[in-house]
C-alpha cells in the first residue's frame, strides 16, 4: 500500500495538511497513521479539501460501507422508587413486588425519584433527598395500595 496525502479541515475548521503510510477506507471514512503517530486517526471523506498524493489508490463510491453507528438506547421512564428502613428480606419482597408493578427500583435518590417508601429504620438523608426531589413518601401499605391501585393514597 502506497502512502496517501491530503489536506483537511477538521471541525473546528483547521486545515491540516496529512501524510498516512498505513490506511484504510469505507464509504465515510479514511482511517490510519503516519510513521511519527502511535494511533490510527479518522478522517472524514467530506472534509478533505484535496488529495495531493495516492487519490489513485482510493475506491470512492466502491468502497466499502461505512459501520452504522450503534442505536441510541432508550432511556427508562419507568417510575423510580426507592426503599429506606427495612429488614433486607422485606426490601427485596418489596423490590420484587414494585418492579413485577413496573416501578423501577433504585438505590439512591435522584432528581427523578417518583416514590420513597419508608420502613420503621427509615434514614434521615434519604428522606430528605426524596424531599428535595419532589417524591412521594408512602409507608410499606401506603406503597401496596399504590401497586394495588395505582393511586397514591393521602
Same mark, same amino acid.
Given at each position: 500500500?502506497?502512502?496517501?496525502?491530503?489536506?483537511?479541515?477538521?471541525?473546528?475548521?483547521?486545515?491540516?495538511?496529512?501524510l498516512l503510510t498505513r490506511w484504510k477506507e469505507?464509504?465515510?471514512?479514511?482511517?490510519?497513521?503516519?510513521?511519527?503517530?502511535?494511533?490510527?486517526?479518522?478522517?472524514?471523506k467530506d472534509r478533505v479539501i484535496e488529495y495531493?498524493?495516492?487519490?489513485?489508490?482510493?475506491?470512492?463510491?466502491?468502497?466499502?460501507?461505512?459501520?452504522?453507528? !450503534?442505536?441510541? #438506547?432508550?432511556p427508562d421512564t419507568r417510575p423510580q422508587v &426507592?426503599? %429506606? *428502613?427495612?429488614?433486607?428480606?422485606?426490601?427485596?419482597?418489596?423490590?420484587?413486588?414494585?418492579?413485577?408493578?413496573?416501578?423501577?427500583?433504585?438505590?439512591?435518590?435522584?432528581?427523578?425519584?417518583?416514590?420513597?417508601?419508608?420502613?420503621?429504620?427509615?434514614?434521615?438523608?434519604?428522606?430528605?433527598?426524596?424531599?428535595?426531589?419532589? !417524591?412521594?413518601? #408512602?409507608?410499606?401499605?401506603?406503597?401496596?395500595?399504590? &401497586?394495588? %391501585? *395505582?393511586?397514591?393514597?393521602?
Amino acid at each position: 500500500m502506497n502512502p496517501i496525502q491530503f489536506v483537511y479541515r477538521d471541525a473546528s475548521g483547521n486545515i491540516a495538511t496529512w501524510l498516512l503510510t498505513r490506511w484504510k477506507e469505507n464509504s465515510r471514512y479514511i482511517q490510519g497513521r503516519g510513521d511519527a503517530d502511535s494511533l490510527p486517526r479518522t478522517f472524514r471523506k467530506d472534509r478533505v479539501i484535496e488529495y495531493l498524493v495516492g487519490a489513485d489508490q482510493l475506491l470512492f463510491d466502491n468502497a466499502p460501507p461505512a459501520p452504522e453507528p !450503534a442505536p441510541k #438506547v432508550q432511556p427508562d421512564t419507568r417510575p423510580q422508587v &426507592l426503599f %429506606t *428502613g427495612f429488614k433486607a428480606a422485606d426490601r427485596q419482597r418489596l423490590e420484587t413486588l414494585s418492579a413485577e408493578s413496573g416501578f423501577r427500583v433504585m438505590k439512591t435518590a435522584g432528581r427523578s425519584l417518583a416514590v420513597l417508601c419508608i420502613g420503621y429504620n427509615a434514614g434521615p438523608s434519604k428522606v430528605e433527598d426524596a424531599r428535595e426531589a419532589g !417524591a412521594f413518601i #408512602v409507608t410499606e401499605e401506603q406503597l401496596l395500595h399504590l &401497586l394495588k %391501585t *395505582g393511586e397514591v393514597p393521602c
